[in-house]
């Protein structure tokens, strides 16, 4: 099996097993969440959503000019990583909070990323 293939597997099956721990913890116990820090929070979401799509960007452009198998793993290797920070952040979210929406559509956003860069022999 092509060895991208599995690190995309571990990196989708992570970010599961993440929002599965913090829907077993968050199923039994309430949010003790600070609302004071909750705009400094939101922010930091927005920043790892807008630094995610930019580098996203940035590799999927330079992925059109790759020419060896090399770069194209490379470059694909950084776009999963730079799509997985954010379904992670909203993971987070999701675990001070309770507010899942970030979670679920991060991993939508991460899936998307997924598809987006190829493994080395596609």
Do not use: K
Not at 46 to 66: E, I, K, P, T, Y
Not at 71 to 93: F, K
């Amino acid at each position: 099996m092509n060895p991208m293939v599995i690190i995309r597997i571990a990196m989708l099956s992570g970010v599961l097993m993440f929002g599965a721990v913090v829907w077993f913890i968050r199923r039994s116990s309430t949010p003790d969440f600070d609302p004071a820090g909750l705009n400094t929070l939101l922010w930091g979401a927005r920043a790892v959503w807008g630094a995610s799509m930019a580098a996203c960007l940035v590799l999927f452009l330079a992925l059109r000019n790759a020419r060896r198998v090399q770069q194209v793993r490379t470059l694909s290797l950084v776009g999963w990583a730079a799509g997985e920070a954010v379904p992670l952040m909203g993971g987070v979210i999701w675990l001070l909070t309770g507010n899942s929406r970030w979670y679920l559509l991060g991993v939508v956003y991460l899936v998307l990323t997924l598809l987006a860069f190829p493994t080395a022999g596609e």
